[in-house]
């Protein structure tokens, strides 16, 4: 009965096996393994008669030209990159799917004549090899900054080394960005959290995508002898970090909508007898009021400030994204709502807490989002599921949706 849902599950499965660790899935942006994604991605598209390149952010890119498609193209698709020990659904879903859905128009001969399709594969929306997000949709949304090149990665790897590495030209990223012939954007996804569970829903369209700042913080005190230094004589970086990291999560639990994490911290020389020099955290702040997000950070970088002032500490802030919340396109979701009603079930709506590829996509065409129910509501973690029946009826109100959308675009 699901056999095209048990299919794309199976194959996000394979997929997620390709990872740069043996026992768990963790793909950064064009690292090995993501060569082998996209020999898998090329062999399904070619099978599917779709012209398919590498463009020179490492998006792979499919374009299906049926002989009676007229007028521009919609783009399908999401990432295929992950956080460390990540599920196998969150981005590859998204770009399974399209495959799903052209594979349908091609096969149903009525729909074949719907529309000119472009699917794509980001090549890194979570951003952590260069703790940047969305070096692939910025690349396709002609938003890329070449600045970004110059980041290292953990190994002291620039972006622009890593592009190479892959076998790709770094000069020719202008070259990603999307022409006008583009009706729009649809990326399925994962909802990542527990709504549509708690409501016993199956899928829901996205009306916006929540703000988003993140940061860099490195507090700088003195190594010292763990055992000979007294309390009072210390400067220690880690103790003054951990004051920061509660400081974020009780500003957090006190602001109606406002999320905030430190999920990364480094601790340098990281040893359990010596007193901390330096500490780098991270810091994540949403909320989809962005004057209140801009607030938060401003209220937090001050906290910041003053702890390490309080504890003779050295502080360092660097921000590395600065993301608007972003509304979804009324046409294209008003489109998906009625797609999912066609398709026998409530036209739920709700906002997004997790960046997608879609709120950069939207600088440049029309997007929208289709997001499916997440079993036990987790993400970025290896419980990360999707059900069979709400994959089948994703692939029902995707087709749906083009129907609605080619009637639309004539
Ligand atoms: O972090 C996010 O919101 C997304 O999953 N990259
Ligand atoms: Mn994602
Ligand atoms: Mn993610």
């Known amino acids: 009965m699901n056999e095209r849902a048990q299919r794309a599950i199976a ?3 394979l997929i997620a096996a390709m990872s740069e660790e043996p026992d768990r899935t963790t793909r950064r942006f064009l690292t090995p393994p993501t060569h082998d994604v996209h020999a898998h991605l090329r062999r399904r598209m070619e099978a599917l008669g779709m ?3 590498t463009d020179a952010a490492g998006n792979l890119r499919g374009l299906l030209e049926p002989p009676g498609a007229r007028g521009r193209r919609l783009i399908l698709g999401s990432h295929i990159d992950t956080v460390p020990n990540a599920g196998a659904f969150d981005g590859v879903l998204g770009v399974v799917l399209a495959l799903e859905l052209v594979q349908e128009l091609i096969q149903n001969a009525k729909q074949r004549e719907l529309l000119p399709i472009e699917v794509i594969a980001f090549s890194e929306e979570e951003g952590i090899r260069f703790g940047v997000p969305f070096i692939g949709s910025r690349a396709v949304a002609g938003r890329f900054d070449p600045a970004l ?9 620039t972006m622009a080394d890593a592009i190479c590495n892959f076998g790709l030209d770094p ?3 202008a070259g990603a960005a999307l022409d006008a012939n583009v009706l729009g954007f649809l990326e399925i996804h994962i909802e990542q959290g527990p709504v549509l569970e708690a409501e016993n829903l199956r899928l829901a369209a996205v009306t916006a995508i929540v703000g988003q700042s993140r940061y860099a913080l490195t507090f700088t005190g003195r190594a010292n002898h763990a055992g000979t230094t007294p309390m009072h004589l210390r400067r220690d970086a880690l103790a003054g970090a951990a004051e920061f990291v509660s ?3 009780s500003l957090a639990q006190s602001a109606e909508g406002l999320v905030a994490t430190v999920g990364r911290v480094e601790v340098d020389p990281n040893a359990g007898n010596v007193i901390a020099g330096a500490v780098r955290v991270s810091m994540d702040v949403r909320h989809f009021d962005d004057a209140q997000r801009q607030a938060a950070v401003q209220t937090l970088l001050e906290t910041a400030k003053a702890i390490a002032g309080r504890r003779g500490l050295g502080l360092e802030c660097s921000r590395q994204m600065d993301q608007p919340a972003v509304p979804m396109d009324e046409r294209l979701t008003a489109f998906l709502a009625e797609a999912i009603e066609a ?3 409530p036209a739920r709506r709700m906002p997004s807490g997790a960046g997608h590829d879609a ?7 029309p997007a929208a989002m289709l997001f499916l129910r997440s079993p036990g509501g987790i993400s970025h973690h290896p419980d990360e599921a999707v059900l069979e029946e709400d994959v089948e009826t994703a692939l029902l109100v995707g087709c749906k949706f083009l129907e609605r959308l080619a009637a639309g675009a004539r």
């Open 149 to 157: 090149l110059a980041l290292k990665d953990a190994d002291e790897v």
């Open 359 to 365: 709120m950069v996509m939207a600088t440049r065409v």
């Open 51 to 53: 012209k398919v390149q």
């Open 11 to 13: 194959e996000c499965r």
């Open 343 to 345: 398709a026998g079930l």
């Open 171 to 173: 000069a020719h990223i």
């Open 247 to 249: 400081a974020v999560e």
